[in-house]
């Protein structure tokens, strides 16, 4: 299972984190971590993910803000996304790729969090 | 890389929904299917093209030819009514359609 947390408030170009608790499971078992987001009527927009080699990947659109850090000691992986606007206010989601290849999806998410951009 | 979906599909009770997506070579790229219902975490219906995940229904099937993926329910419930995505990765990166609203009336 995957549990989001974090802030529900960000001020406008303050620095959102967020974290997602990994349970039954482990980082190290070989699958992509992701970040998901959905803004206010608008579809799923993939942020980025990292493997647990460290290794990542980003939306091009959001890689200059965007890092995504995993601690398998912890048992986590985390979210920074600097400068940030209105336009980032969405409800985030971390997910599981359900395998390493080229052609799976996203099989486990978490319930998403509410984060809101505003002074 | 785009992908291309119309913003709302509706079909009847019982009868089949068909949700395409479009997409320079998709075909070949295999895509993937997620269900979401607003508040709730998006649902993996269909990865590699075809396949469906342990627990989906079997009413729930796709297909890829050319440039065009579709998603087909076939005997659709009310049940089934969310928002649906298409999903490819590109050079590693994941990229989702726009979404399509099934609407079950």
């Known amino acids: 299972q995957l549990k989001e947390s974090g802030p529900g408030l960000v001020e406008p170009s303050g620095t959102l984190s967020l974290t997602c608790a990994v349970s039954g499971g482990s980082i190290a078992s070989g699958n992509w971590w992701n970040w998901v987001r959905q803004a206010p009527g608008k579809g799923l927009e993939w942020i980025g993910g990292v493997y647990h080699t460290g290794h990542t990947r980003y939306n091009p659109s959001l890689e200059s803000r965007a890092t995504i850090s995993e601690d398998q000691s912890s048992g986590y992986f985390s979210l920074e996304l600097t400068s940030v606007t209105a336009a980032d206010t969405a409800i985030y989601f971390c997910a599981r790729k359900m395998a390493s290849g080229l052609y799976y999806g996203l099989d486990i998410w978490g319930q998403g969090t509410t984060v809101t951009v505003s002074s | 890389y785009e992908l291309t979906q119309p913003p709302s599909v509706s079909v009847s009770p019982g009868q089949t929904a068909y949700i395409a997506c479009s997409g320079n070579m998709l075909g070949h790229r295999y895509p993937c299917w997620y269900q979401h219902n607003p508040g709730q975490s998006p649902v993996l219906v269909i990865y590699e093209g075809d396949k469906r995940p342990s627990g989906i229904p079997g009413r729930f099937s796709a297909s890829t030819s050319g440039n065009t993926a579709t998603l087909t329910i076939s005997g659709t419930q009310p049940v089934d009514e969310a928002d649906y995505y298409c999903?490819?990765?590109?050079?590693?990166?994941?990229?989702f359609g726009g979404g399509t609203q099934l609407t079950v009336l």
């Open positions: 999903q490819v990765w590109d050079n590693d990166n994941m990229v």
